[in-house]
């Protein structure tokens, strides 16, 4: 069965220090992956995916970046952290299939910054 | 996508069926609707879907209304683990997005 990683589960910042949040699926290959971002009491926001090992798309313009050095490998960075950039951050992952591609969501990492 | 509305919370007593309403009026031919629900501070958990048939799994049932402007999940036997926000979303079966919304809050009351 596929399972999916996220660590580390929360994580408490300065301003202007890096981030950097990993995600890993199992048991599946070339899987769509997915970074969303959930302020407190408010909806997801997608902030990035990726189809494939390098291609990313950004959905809104922010002080993060991801990458995907592998194929089952999820990054989400930051050079320098911003008090807004406090958090719930998830990542998903979802089939290729031609009927479904139902979004399966990891634990989370809540991010704290001061 | 189409837009959905969710009543804000809802109250279930442990054991007997909990029903959760969803309305999407505008809808689409091709989309879905998905129901996913949220535990305090873990990540969604996918419940089900279905375009127009109903649908059944080992978690829920999800009664989609001829029309396809509304449909209802079924948790047939509630326990107080079910206590969560449920959502309920409709998009194409293929986009990059879920939007997850303000969803239903709730409480199985033991």
């Known amino acids: 069965s596929q399972t999916i990683h996220q660590w580390p589960a929360t994580l408490v910042q300065p301003v202007g220090s890096p981030l950097s949040l990993e995600c890993t699926v199992e048991g599946t290959s070339n899987p769509n992956l997915y970074w969303y971002r959930q302020a407190a009491g408010r909806g997801l926001q997608l902030l990035f995916y990726?189809?494939?090992?390098?291609?990313i798309s950004s959905e809104v313009p922010q002080n993060l970046s991801a990458s995907r050095p592998q194929d089952r490998q999820f990054i989400l960075s930051s050079k320098k952290l911003l008090l807004s950039d406090s958090g719930f951050y998830l990542c998903a992952w979802s089939p290729l299939t031609l009927h479904t591609d139902t979004q399966y969501f990891g634990p989370g990492t809540r991010l704290t910054v001061l | 996508d189409a837009k959905t509305t969710q009543p804000p919370s809802m109250d279930c007593a442990e054991g007997r069926a909990a029903n959760l309403p969803c309305n999407h009026s505008?809808?689409?031919?091709?989309?879905?609707v998905y129901w996913y629900r949220q535990i305090h501070s873990q990540g969604p958990q996918y419940i089900i879907h279905?375009?127009?048939n109903n649908e059944t799994n080992e978690m829920a049932s999800l009664i989609i209304t001829e029309d396809r402007k509304s449909s209802t999940l079924i948790l047939p036997h509630a326990t107080l683990r079910d206590t969560a926000v449920y959502y309920c979303i409709v998009r194409a079966y293929t986009g990059n997005q879920f939007y997850f919304g303000t969803g239903t809050s709730l409480t199985v009351i033991p």
């Open positions: 279905g375009l127009k």
């Open positions: 505008t809808i689409s031919g091709n989309e879905y």
């Open positions: 990726s189809v494939g090992i390098g291609q």
